[in-house]
């Protein structure tokens, strides 16, 4: 009995100091935050991961990764579904004087101003895109990323196509092999020379993640509890999140039965144009469809009837 106790109080402590390590800040735009999140039915988050390095701010930073996550009824599965960077969009105009226009919508963080202001235009060129409101949001920035990579004893990932790295030079040969955080963020952010460009690194982005998950439930972090404050640590100094309301810990308690078999990675059904000799990629109709299916819960049986944009992780 005394065991137990202490058990579950160490546990509370464990949960208010990571409560406390996370950065909180509202990233969703009034237009694109839902009115209130219900954890008992579909959920839908905003994923951003900056190009920040550390010592660097402002708003020259890009959005390299954006990501719409859908949880379904039940959080039994979730789809991962991958924003091209490249994607010709409309953005609002922005607190900051920026008055809107078509553009990239990567570009949409740096026209906020970067960081949480950053990530509110974001948000709200996306609820215009896609009609969605969302249950929250949650920034990370690449040096947050490798340190907890490595906090988790490296990674493994299987490359399907090799490629070396325009960043280092590395050669990146086919086959599954462990990465620390510095090659596996290396690798997912490579796009040139694959055979489907930017579609191949955001097919990858989504197998770290699922990679990150498995080794994760692979590792006995609970048993080891100064590894997992360490954990906590990196993670609280590179996470900004917005909860929309929702305590961390019922968040957390609601995700945690997710098993990491249950992701599945979508792509946005859309092609690459040129437009005025400046690269994009535009959404085909199927996009709009895809946008649909999420809104009415129906994103099971499109993923079924549209297996050209879904990738099992």
């Given amino acids: 009995?005394?065991?137990?106790?202490?058990?579950?109080?160490?546990?509370?402590?464990?949960?208010r100091r990571y409560d406390r390590a996370v950065a909180r800040?509202?990233?969703?735009?009034?237009?694109?935050?839902?009115?209130r999140t219900d954890l008992g039915g579909s959920l839908n988050y905003l994923l951003v991961g900056s190009d920040r390095r550390p010592g660097e701010s402002g708003p020259d930073e890009r959005s390299d990764t954006i990501l719409l996550v859908h949880v379904p009824a039940g959080?039994?599965?979730?789809?991962?579904?991958?924003?091209?960077?490249?994607?010709l969009v409309s953005i609002p105009a922005a607190p900051n004087g920026y008055g809107g226009g078509s553009d990239k919508i990567n570009s949409a963080y740096e026209h906020g101003g970067g960081g949480e202001a950053g990530v509110r235009l974001l948000s709200a060129t996306l609820a215009r895109l896609t009609g969605l409101r969302f249950?929250?949001?949650?920034?990370?920035?690449?040096?947050?990323?490798?340190?907890?990579?490595?906090?988790?004893?490296?990674?493994?990932?299987?490359?399907?196509?090799?490629?070396?790295?325009?960043h280092t030079g590395h050669d990146f040969a086919a086959g599954c092999q462990q990465m620390d955080g510095a090659r596996a963020l290396d690798y997912v952010r490579q796009r040139y020379d694959l055979p489907g460009g930017d579609y191949d690194r955001q097919r990858h982005q989504q197998q770290l993640l699922r990679a990150m998950?498995?080794?994760?439930?692979?590792t006995n972090l609970r048993g080891d509890p100064?590894?997992?404050?360490?954990?906590?640590?990196?993670?609280?100094?590179?996470?900004?999140?917005?909860?929309?309301?929702?305590?961390?810990?019922?968040?957390?308690?609601?995700?945690?039965?997710?098993?990491?078999?249950?992701?599945t990675g979508v792509q946005l059904p859309s092609h690459p144009e040129t437009i005025d000799e400046v690269s994009y990629v535009v959404l085909d109709d199927g996009g709009d469809q895809l946008f649909a299916a999420v809104r009415s819960t129906r994103m099971p049986r499109w993923a079924q009837a549209n297996p050209r944009w879904v990738t099992r992780l």
């Fill in 1 to 15: 009995m005394l065991l137990a106790g202490a058990a579950v109080a160490a546990i509370e402590i464990l949960g």
């Fill in 25 to 35: 800040e509202q990233l969703l735009d009034p237009s694109a935050r839902r009115d």
């Fill in 75 to 87: 959080t039994k599965q979730a789809y991962l579904i991958s924003v091209p960077r490249d994607l």
């Fill in 135 to 166: 249950d929250g949001a949650a920034l990370v920035d690449f040096a947050g990323l490798r340190q907890v990579v490595d906090l988790l004893g490296g990674i493994r990932m299987c490359v399907d196509t090799p490629v070396r790295s325009i």
């Fill in 213 to 218: 998950l498995d080794r994760a439930g692979e």
């Fill in 226 to 263: 100064v590894r997992l404050d360490r954990l906590i640590r990196a993670v609280g100094a590179s996470l900004t999140v917005d909860t929309n309301g929702v305590p961390l810990e019922d968040l957390a308690l609601t995700l945690r039965g997710l098993p990491p078999d249950g992701l």
